[in-house]
């Protein structure tokens, strides 16, 4: 499975959620620097930089107050630009997956140490050794038990959580979990026990959606919420489906699989929650503070203007065609940004940047589910007519770009979409046989 965004995209930003404590640490750092120094220094310029440590640190009670500052100023820009605005819905701690899915990670981001041996097979590189996975799942049964209880779950808040939630989300606990879940579902199918497989499947699929049910989703959350997408999708098609060979009820397996749509909406959902998390955990708390000495003078306007922005490209994304995304950038509209000072116009340059590649991964997602999805009706047309050729893939789900149907080799078994641009091209998947 080899989602990317973008090779930039991937490079910053994998690394640092997949490990863990240090990743959480790089995160921080980033953050602890001034949006204006950030501006103008590079990546490992801002890893480097110090505080100047010519004024007096922030008392508790002056950061109660830009808190407090904060979170007003919020309230007040949602019910200006209701575009910004989420509708919270309250969850029991105990019932809250999100919230469950943050604390088993613990104080590292990195959750429970999983052997060596286990992070190995885990990769799914390897053939399955059946013996050596049950014995794995058992020495941690533990944890494979909690991540189980927890992908059952229904309900998911990003509401109320703890005082160290300032947004960001490592993905080793999601990773690891969604990989046991599926392992799984590797050993049920080699038994033949294809309830038990779905069951699981559906468990793993339901775990990337705690990310997505939040009141508010946000880039990283929604890059988690794909990778899981894709990673069921190509265990199923590699080893689930002929594990069950002809005895797989397809219909079935449409269905498991048909959980989430990728629209402009649901990109205009993400891109909403995404304001709201760097707004409250990191723009605001720093251009909004007296006591930092790189804060612009015209904070508040600055903040008004990046929540305009905001509302607007949130709108003008819904109207849009998920085609439309692939030239989509974040920065064309920056009247909202004419009147204020430079320094906060060179702070707004920034507000946007990754979010046109994460547009174009967003659409290279929904490419590479409708693939999935058009090989999955194929199948179930094989196996009630006895055979397909190269044209039935006319009359199956077709590329969301432009409309056109995924080509498929009868002889080899594979499906293919021509590239829609230079930078978007999905791999071939190659149909299991199940008839």
Known sequence: MKYRPSRLFLICIVPMLLSGVAGALVWKKFNSVPMSVRAQADFFEILKYKEPQDFDMPTPEQLARTRH?????ISDLTREFPNLAAASHPVPDDENAFLQLYLLGGSSFAGPQLSAEFQEMLKGEAALDA????????????????????????SCSSNNMPDDYIGFIAARVPYNGTS??????????????????????????????????????????????????????????????PALGKDADLVRWKEALNHHQYTPASYAEVLRGEWFIGSR???????????????????????????????????????????????????????????????????????????????????????????????????????????????????????????????????????????????????????????
């Open 281 to 435: 955990y990191m723009l605001y708390p720093i251009i909004l503070d007296p006591s930092k000495p790189n804060a612009p003078k015209d904070g508040e306007n600055l903040a008004r203007a990046h929540a305009a922005n905001f509302s607007f490209q949130i709108e003008s994304i819904r109207r849009k065609q998920l085609a439309d995304l692939l030239t989509y950038d974040g920065n064309a509209s920056n009247e909202f940004y004419r009147d204020l000072s430079e320094e906060s116009r060179e702070i707004a340059d920034i507000f946007m940047i990754g979010t046109q590649s994460w547009a174009k991964g967003f659409v290279r997602a929904a490419m590479k589910v409708a693939q999935y999805d058009a090989a999955m009706e194929l199948l179930i047309l094989e196996r009630k007519e006895g055979s397909i050729g190269a044209e039935d893939s006319e009359g199956v789900v077709t590329n969301p770009i432009n409309g056109k149907a995924f080509e498929y080799d009868a002889v080899t078994r594979k499906l293919s979409a021509p590239p829609v641009s230079e930078d978007q091209e999905v791999e071939t998947l190659v149909l299991p046989s199940c008839s």
């Open 69 to 73: 500052v904060v979170e007003d100023l």
């Open 131 to 154: 013996e050596a996975a049950r014995r794995c799942l058992e020495e941690h049964a533990e944890f494979v038990s909690r991540i189980e209880d927890i992908s059952l779950m229904e």
């Open 180 to 241: 046991i879940l599926l392992l799984k579902a590797r050993l049920a199918a080699e038994a033949g026990d294809e309830d038990e497989v779905l069951r699981l499947v559906m468990a793993a699929a339901n775990l990337g959606s705690h990310y997505r049910k939040i009141e508010n989703p946000n880039l990283l959350s929604e890059t988690i919420a794909v990778l899981i997408d894709l990673s069921v999708r190509d265990i199923t098609f590699k080893h689930l489906l």
